[in-house]
């Protein structure tokens, strides 16, 4: 069994095959206030006040959305620099849609990408968002399987 | 259009229908560094090393186990508390196995709850898990379209 400590996955090997398994641990710190422990950091939980919680932390079912922007962003970030189409910044905006009952589910998303700069090289920004939304992407691919997500690039000025 | 400021949710009411919506936006801070802001708070999202990044935050895919833990988390902490079957502390674990090849994605995740303490209502307790994962964990929903979810319940001593 090789571990990499720095890293939240453990490589298991069997018999020839790599497993990769990611691990985290929450632990229940009263009311309604959780920590969250990864090997890289911690993240705190916490419910609305007319939820019985004392918004001291984040919502949970919204890192999920964290975790599709975050899955993507890194993806863009490294296909821009291999395909040398550099831009002076981006954000990922990600809206989803809550349904009304129980189990409440996110059913419509929408990741909004947002390049700002000059002289965009659109072809290759283009190319680098849909093989990270098609290919790459595994939240993206796992979203895809409850929900309908849509994808939009908007260029700004610097 | 009703909002809340210090909730993530906008509550938007179209034709009689509550429509909720979540919204984050990830913006990236050069190389594989990224922070992602929520309404109630920030998280500081990074790749590995091995995989061009920093070390410096959470690793994005992951933090879909924590929004999985954190939601059942809720749903136990305010049933055991109006089931009166409170218990000394409790966690829980969330581990995940990771496909190899691209698009990665969680194909079997493991959910462990651990109770802390003594005289416990077992079947209050179990009956409290068994509502978050069966009808009220919108997390665990989305979660069984894509992976083989199970579930088990450990108790310790206080």
């Given at each position: 069994?090789l571990?990499?400590?720095?890293?939240?996955?453990?490589?298991?090997?069997?018999?020839?095959?790599?497993?990769?398994?990611?691990?985290?641990e929450?632990?229940?710190?009263?009311?309604?206030?959780?920590?969250?422990?990864?090997?890289?950091?911690?993240?705190?939980?916490?419910?609305?006040?007319?939820?019985?919680?004392?918004?001291?932390?984040?919502?949970?079912?919204?890192?999920?959305?964290?975790?599709?922007?975050?899955?993507?962003?890194?993806?863009?970030?490294?296909?821009?620099?291999k395909?040398?189409?550099?831009?002076?910044?981006?954000?990922?905006?990600?809206?989803?849609?809550?349904?009304?009952?129980?189990?409440?589910?996110?059913?419509?998303?929408?990741?909004?990408?947002?390049?700002?700069?000059?002289?965009?090289?659109?072809?290759?920004?283009?190319?680098?968002?849909?093989?990270?939304?098609?290919?790459?992407?595994?939240?993206?691919?796992?979203?895809?399987?409850?929900?309908?997500?849509?994808?939009?690039?908007?260029?700004?000025?610097?």
């Amino acid at each position: 069994m090789l571990t990499n400590g720095k890293n939240s996955c453990k490589f298991v090997i069997q018999n020839n095959d790599k497993i990769m398994i990611n691990k985290i641990e929450v632990s229940w710190k009263g009311q309604m206030l959780f920590e969250s422990v990864a090997p890289e950091g911690t993240v705190i939980i916490d419910a609305a006040e007319e939820a019985g919680g004392q918004g001291k932390g984040l919502r949970p079912k919204a890192l999920m959305l964290t975790s599709l922007a975050g899955c993507t962003a890194m993806d863009v970030a490294s296909l821009l620099k291999k395909m040398r189409a550099e831009v002076g910044n981006f954000k990922i905006e990600v809206e989803a849609n809550l349904t009304e009952e129980h189990p409440k589910v996110y059913d419509k998303v929408k990741v909004i990408y947002k390049f700002y700069g000059e002289d965009f090289k659109k072809d290759k920004i283009e190319k680098a968002v849909n093989l990270s939304v098609e290919s790459y992407c595994g939240v993206m691919e796992m979203f895809r399987k409850f929900a309908e997500v849509t994808t939009e690039i908007q260029y700004f000025d610097k």
